[in-house]
C-alpha cells in the first residue's frame, strides 16, 4: 500500500495533466459534430478494411471447394457427352476426375503422374483428357496413383481422323517440338487444309470418338507419295495441365476379347 501512495505521488503532476487532457477530450468529442464524424467515419474505415480481408480470405479458402464443385460438373457434363446416342442403361463409359502431381515434356518418351488410382477405379489402358483435348493413357497403376503415357511420348500411337471427314491416320509424336504432333498414314484423296480440326478416331477401345486434339499447320505427301503426313498444333499446352479426366470403357475387355 506504502509503494502504491508513493508511486502517486512521485507522478501526481502528470497523473494531474492526463486526467485533465482525458477530460478535454471528452468534452470535444461530446460537443463536436465534425470530431463525432471523423471518429465515426474512422471507425467505418478500418471496420471496412476489415470486412475485407476477413471476405477475401474466405473466397481463398472457399476457392478450393469451388473448383472441386466444377470439376464435378465437368466430370458428369463429359460423361453425358461420350455417352450420347447410347442405351441410357447400358453406359458404355465413366469419366473421373484427377489432378497431375508430376509431368514430364522435355524428353523423346514423357509421362505424367495423376493422384488417382486402383481404388478410385482406375486401371492401366484409360484415356486421359484435358478440357481442351486428348492428353494421354494410363498405363501403370498403384494404389492411389497412376501413370500416364503422354501424348508427347514417340512410343504412343494414337487413332486419329479430320474432323471434316472420315478419313483417318496414325498419330504419333516426333519427339521435336511440344507443342505439335505429327498425322501420318492418311489417304492422300483426303479434303485437308490448314486449320482444320483433328479428333480421335473412334477406332480404339480407349478414347470415344470426337475427342478435340488439334489443329492443321501444315501437311505434306510422305516419301511413298501415297499419303499424306500432317503437322498437327496441340490445343493442349501440355508444358501447363492441372485437371485432367480419366475415360473408362466399361466393355473395353469384352471387345478385347472379340479382337482376338
Not at 13 to 26: D, G, R
Not at 55 to 69: D, F, G
Not at 70 to 84: F, Q, R, V
Not at 186 to 206: M, R
Amino acid at each position: 500500500m506504502r509503494q502504491i501512495i508513493d508511486f502517486f505521488v512521485r507522478n501526481k503532476n502528470f497523473i494531474l495533466f492526463l486526467s485533465l487532457f482525458s477530460f478535454s477530450l471528452i468534452l470535444i468529442f461530446s460537443n463536436s459534430r465534425f470530431h463525432n464524424s471523423f471518429i465515426l467515419n474512422s471507425t467505418n474505415s478500418v471496420t471496412g478494411k476489415v470486412f475485407e480481408t476477413n471476405s477475401s480470405i474466405l473466397s481463398y479458402l472457399n476457392l478450393k471447394n469451388e473448383n472441386i464443385l466444377l470439376s464435378e460438373e465437368n466430370t458428369l457434363l463429359k460423361k453425358n457427352i461420350y455417352n450420347s446416342g447410347l442405351v441410357t442403361d447400358s453406359v458404355k463409359y465413366e469419366v473421373f476426375n484427377s489432378t497431375i502431381i508430376k509431368n514430364s515434356y522435355s524428353f523423346y518418351n514423357n509421362y505424367l503422374t495423376i493422384n488417382k488410382g486402383k481404388q478410385d477405379s482406375i486401371n492401366e489402358d484409360m484415356g486421359v483428357v484435358s478440357s481442351k483435348g486428348v492428353v494421354g493413357i494410363t498405363d501403370r497403376v498403384s494404389k492411389n496413383y497412376s501413370r500416364v503415357i503422354s501424348i508427347l511420348n514417340t512410343k504412343l500411337n494414337l487413332n486419329a481422323k479430320l474432323k471434316k471427314s472420315n478419313h483417318f491416320g496414325v498419330l504419333n509424336w516426333d519427339g521435336t517440338s511440344f507443342l505439335t504432333v505429327q498425322l501420318k498414314d492418311l489417304p492422300k484423296q483426303s479434303p485437308v487444309s490448314i486449320g482444320d480440326t483433328i479428333i480421335t478416331g473412334g477406332n480404339s477401345f480407349i478414347f470415344p470418338q470426337g475427342i478435340l486434339i488439334g489443329e492443321v499447320s501444315s501437311f505434306k505427301l510422305d516419301d511413298t507419295q501415297n499419303y499424306i503426313e500432317i503437322e498437327v498444333d496441340l490445343f493442349n499446352d501440355m508444358t501447363n495441365l492441372n485437371n485432367v479426366y480419366i475415360i473408362k470403357n466399361n466393355h473395353i475387355e469384352e471387345l478385347k476379347e472379340l479382337d482376338e
